[in-house]
Structures are given as structure tokens and as C-alpha cells.
């Protein structure tokens, strides 16, 4: 698989990348097939955030078949998997069968998390409605919340037919393009490893920026969670004694599959 070319100037993420026990394919076929997506979903971003997420190790893991929760196995694959050598852990589970209604595709604990897990195995999802849902997760991992605007990579329903047209582009929203910006500009010239690094005067931008998404979806769990933890840094910041704050606890941030499968 031909790589994208990476200058000089490119601040790369690296990646390992994960499958559970279930997964059916040879070594080899999920490799090349999870690689291409992530520099597909890489690809996608890379003209608002400047920076490549690159493959660097693979590996497999044993996921627990008894837990059926999203937040549990995010929990079970943030413990047991170290990302180590690479920047973050991107793990695939075929473990689920997908029901009827609406399903959990993946989901992250919050902004600039090293753990990504997505839910691989649903006989109506197709691959670029898995790219869009994994570019979907790397916008939160800038700091991007769900947004009303049906075009924007971050709504917080996908796999819904729309990545399979031809025309169809990954784009974020006005809101989500500005809080990726910003976040990914830190992280390019700040080289900053986690969302508590970033400096007041961005967290200030972005408390304005998830306020307006809250306003425009108001019943979306997303903007609400980035604002506590907003909130609390920039507290943090002024002296506030808060005590630790870790966003481990929250919940994962889930996008979701509008397909009903017989």
C-alpha cells in the first residue's frame, strides 16, 4: 500500500493498531485492509489538522465475550493495552453482534486519549462508512464535539449511506473545523501529549466553540462533557483548589449506527 508522503513539516501520530481474537482475516488481510483505513480517515483531516496519524506496530488482544457494555470494554482495552512504542491504540473488536436499532460503532474516553476502540463487525456497514466512523473518532481526539450540520464528519449518527457516495468528502463543521485548528496547532507547535497542556487562551476559544454546538444540540451528551472538563482546566488554571480531575472517568463519547439489522 502506497503511503501518503510526509514532509518535513508534519507532526506524526504514531499508531498500533489492535484486533481482538475474533477477528477472522489472515494477518496479513487486516493489517493492509485497518492500515489503509487509518491513513484513508489520516488523510481525510489532514487539511485542518496538519498532522498524520501513521501505523507503527499491530497486535492482537483478548477481548472479555462477556462484557457487552461499550464504557466496559473501553475500560478493559485502555488496561490492558499500553500503546507503547507508538503515540495511541486504535483497536478493532468483532466480538459484537450488532442488534436491532441503533448500535454503538466506537467511542474514545475524551480529547487527546490514547485509546480508540471501534465496534468492526456489522454485516451493513461498508468500508468507507468505517472510514467516516474512524476519521469521525480522530476529530474527537482533537477536541471535535457532535454537531446538527448533516454534512460534518461529526454528527453523531454515521454509517447512514452517506461516505459511500462518490462525491462524498470527509469535512467538519464550522465550529469543529475551529476547535481542530486550534487543538491540533498546539499540538504541532507546543508538541503537547494530553488536553491538559493546552494554554488558557485556547481552552477559553474552545469553551466558546462547545457552547455553541451545546446551543445547537442540546440533547447531545458531547459538547456538555468537553465543557465540564473545559471548565475545570481553566479553573485549574486560575489557582482553584478542585483537586484531580481525571477524564478516565467519564464515559466514552459514542457515535452510532442508524441501520436496523434483521
Given at each position: 500500500?502506497?503511503?501518503?508522503a510526509?514532509?518535513?513539516?508534519?507532526?506524526v501520530?504514531?499508531?498500533?493498531?489492535?484486533?481482538?481474537?475474533?477477528?477472522?482475516?489472515?494477518?496479513?488481510?487486516?493489517?493492509?485492509?485497518?492500515?489503509?483505513?487509518?491513513?484513508a480517515?489520516?488523510?481525510?483531516?489532514?487539511?485542518?489538522?496538519?498532522?498524520?496519524?501513521?501505523?507503527?506496530?499491530y497486535?492482537?488482544?483478548?477481548s472479555?465475550n462477556?462484557?457487552?457494555?461499550?464504557?466496559?470494554?473501553?475500560?478493559?482495552?485502555?488496561?490492558e493495552?499500553?500503546?507503547?512504542?507508538?503515540?495511541?491504540?486504535?483497536?478493532?473488536?468483532?466480538?459484537?453482534?450488532?442488534?436491532?436499532?441503533?448500535?454503538?460503532?466506537?467511542?474514545?474516553?475524551?480529547?487527546?486519549?490514547?485509546?480508540i476502540?471501534?465496534?468492526e463487525?456489522?454485516?451493513?456497514?461498508f468500508?468507507?462508512?468505517?472510514?467516516e466512523?474512524?476519521?469521525?473518532?480522530?476529530?474527537h481526539?482533537f477536541?471535535?464535539?457532535?454537531?446538527?450540520?448533516p454534512?460534518?464528519?461529526?454528527?453523531?449518527?454515521l454509517a447512514d449511506?452517506?461516505a459511500?457516495?462518490?462525491?462524498?468528502r470527509?469535512?467538519?463543521d464550522?465550529?469543529?473545523?475551529?476547535?481542530?485548528?486550534?487543538v491540533?496547532?498546539?499540538?504541532?507547535?507546543r508538541?503537547?501529549?494530553?488536553?491538559q497542556?493546552?494554554s488558557?487562551?485556547?481552552l477559553?476559544?474552545?469553551?466558546?466553540?462547545?457552547?455553541?454546538?451545546?446551543?445547537?444540540l442540546?440533547?447531545?451528551?458531547?459538547?456538555?462533557?468537553?465543557?465540564?472538563?473545559?471548565?475545570?482546566?481553566?479553573?485549574?488554571?486560575?489557582?482553584?483548589?478542585?483537586?484531580?480531575?481525571?477524564?478516565d472517568?467519564?464515559?466514552p463519547?459514542?457515535?452510532?449506527?442508524?441501520?436496523?439489522?434483521?
Amino acid at each position: 500500500m502506497a503511503s501518503s508522503a510526509i514532509s518535513a513539516r508534519d507532526h506524526v501520530i504514531y499508531v498500533k493498531l489492535l484486533v481482538d481474537e475474533e477477528e477472522v482475516s489472515t494477518t496479513d488481510v487486516w493489517k493492509n485492509k485497518l492500515a489503509a483505513r487509518v491513513q484513508a480517515a489520516s488523510d481525510a483531516l489532514y487539511p485542518y489538522t496538519g498532522v498524520r496519524f501513521v501505523p507503527l506496530s499491530y497486535g492482537i488482544w483478548s477481548s472479555d465475550n462477556r462484557l457487552t457494555d461499550l464504557s466496559k470494554t473501553l475500560r478493559e482495552f485502555e488496561h490492558e493495552i499500553d500503546p507503547k512504542p507508538a503515540d495511541i491504540a486504535i483497536g478493532f473488536s468483532s466480538q459484537y453482534q450488532f442488534r436491532k436499532g441503533r448500535n454503538s460503532m466506537g467511542g474514545t474516553r475524551g480529547p487527546m486519549r490514547r485509546h480508540i476502540l471501534m465496534r468492526e463487525s456489522a454485516r451493513s456497514v461498508f468500508e468507507p462508512d468505517r472510514m467516516e466512523v474512524l476519521a469521525h473518532e480522530m476529530g474527537h481526539y482533537f477536541g471535535s464535539a457532535h454537531s446538527p450540520m448533516p454534512s460534518s464528519v461529526m454528527r453523531p449518527v454515521l454509517a447512514d449511506g452517506r461516505a459511500r457516495a462518490k462525491s462524498y468528502r470527509v469535512r467538519l463543521d464550522a465550529q469543529n473545523e475551529e476547535i481542530v485548528r486550534l487543538v491540533s496547532a498546539e499540538i504541532r507547535q507546543r508538541n503537547i501529549k494530553s488536553y491538559q497542556q493546552l494554554s488558557p487562551l485556547t481552552l477559553q476559544k474552545l469553551r466558546v466553540l462547545y457552547g455553541q454546538l451545546k446551543r445547537r444540540l442540546p440533547k447531545d451528551p458531547a459538547a456538555p462533557i468537553f465543557i465540564a472538563y473545559v471548565d475545570r482546566l481553566l479553573k485549574a488554571n486560575s489557582g482553584s483548589n478542585l483537586g484531580t480531575f481525571r477524564i478516565d472517568t467519564l464515559k466514552p463519547i459514542p457515535v452510532y449506527d442508524p441501520n436496523r439489522l434483521p
